[in-house]
């Protein structure tokens, strides 16, 4: 079945440090793969997406690939600050509004 | 503004009290969906509904009832709650698809404790 796993938390960096997180994923065909993000005591957001193989998502300094030879989509900053403190899921979906399998989520902490 | 709410917002019961959690969107979706969220297992889902009077079992039934009699709202039913449904819940929707997968929009989440 499809799945995705995302490198395991928590990941704590000092502010302006350069972040990644890795995510890769098992799936038929060729599904669409999210970033969310969850901060603390709210519900996730979707942070970026890509649809299809070499796209790249964007949004709010972050950025991910879809890369179709390693199946990833690993997400990326360049300089993080301590609002980015928060628990990022990496999901995939096929179109149709079919069910979004998530990663098992990362925590991120950013320390000033 | 757009938005998924659920209520309560965080409730404790105990083993075989029934409950409901509500969720409703003001955004038209079609598509509503249930998830749990437990600690080193992410998010996984309960129950989807595609439109009205159409629901689905997701990845962990178990326990859970839902419907959709109206559109806006897919309530969560615990007819007999245990322990192990001690959970993070959330609530999602998004639109019919179009031209492409379609952002699913989620809900302040529903931490409940079953003692």
């Known amino acids: 079945g499809n799945s995705v796993t995302q490198m395991e938390g928590p990941v704590t960096l000092s502010e302006e440090a350069f972040l990644t997180i890795n995510c890769t994923y098992t799936?038929?065909?060729?599904?669409?793969l999210f970033w969310y993000v969850q901060y603390p005591g709210e519900g996730l957001q979707l942070l970026l997406k890509?649809?299809?193989?070499?796209d790249k998502g964007s949004n709010k300094g972050f950025e991910a690939t879809y890369r179709k030879e390693t199946t990833s989509f690993h997400l990326e900053k360049g300089s993080v600050q301590v609002s980015d403190s928060a628990v990022y899921f990496c999901?995939?979906?096929?179109?149709?509004?079919?069910?979004?399998?998530f990663g098992k989520g990362t925590r991120l902490s950013v320390i000033a | 503004e757009a938005q998924v709410t659920q209520n309560p917002r965080y409730l404790i019961t105990v083993t075989g009290k029934k409950l409901t959690v509500t969720c409703s969107q003001n955004?038209?979706?079609?598509?509503m969906s249930w998830y749990r969220q437990d600690p080193g297992l992410g998010l996984r889902q309960i129950y989807y509904?595609?439109?009205?009077?159409?629901?689905d079992k997701g990845d962990v039934p178990e326990g859970y009832k839902v419907s959709r009699k109206e559109k806006r709202n897919f309530p969560l039913i615990l007819e007999s709650p245990s322990p192990n449904q001690t959970s993070l819940y959330f609530c999602?929707?998004?639109?019919?698809?179009?031209?492409?997968?379609?952002?699913?929009?989620f809900g302040p989440g529903t931490r409940l404790l079953v003692l």
């Open positions: 799936a038929t065909g060729y599904p669409s």
């Open positions: 955004m038209n979706h079609e598509y």
């Open positions: 999901a995939l979906s096929y179109s149709g509004n079919t069910p979004l399998v």
């Open positions: 890509a649809t299809k193989a070499d």
């Open positions: 509904s595609m439109n009205v009077e159409v629901t």
């Open positions: 999602a929707s998004s639109s019919t698809p179009g031209q492409g997968v379609e952002t699913q929009y």
